[in-house]
Nanobody
Framework: QVQLVESGGGLVQAGGSLRLSCAAS????????MGWFRQAPGKERDFVAA???????YYSDSVKGRFTISRDNAENTVYLQMNSLKPEDTAVYYC???????????????????WGQGTQVTVSS
């Protein structure tokens, strides 16, 4: 069963914006912190941003001030608004869900229970 479904990726010019969406099943969303990760070719999957069930926000240094994570609990959806995009933002972007009521650090992939299929973001120079 697919728990997380991402959309919104595409090609954009440097300096442009994209908004990624991740629609989740209720069981993969409720009482869970949600995160966004990205993986460039030949590199590990890296933390981008996370949002707790209580709407605490966490960002990697590389995207802070440019990206905004948010969630709509009524729609079981998490978003990643990406502004001022740079070529180094090019990657496959994944959304992920933490176990319910789990807290702690947010930047490690092994702490997440469910993963989306990924959506490609390409930023041209």
């Amino acid at each position: 069963q697919v728990q997380l479904v991402e959309s919104g990726g595409g090609l954009v010019q440097a300096g442009g914006s994209l908004r990624l969406s991740c629609a989740a099943s209720g069981r993969a969303f409720t009482h869970r912190a949600m995160g966004w990760f990205r993986q460039a070719p030949g590199k590990e999957r890296d933390f981008v941003a996370a949002i707790s069930w209580g709407n605490n926000l966490y960002y990697s240094d590389s995207v802070k001030g440019r990206f905004t994570i948010s969630r709509d609990n009524a729609e079981n959806t998490v978003y990643l608004q990406m502004n001022s995009l740079k070529p180094e933002d090019t990657a496959v972007y994944y959304c992920a869900a933490r176990p319910p009521y789990n807290s702690g650090s947010y930047q490690y992939t092994h702490l997440y229970e469910y993963w989306g299929q990924g959506t490609q973001v390409t930023v041209s120079s």
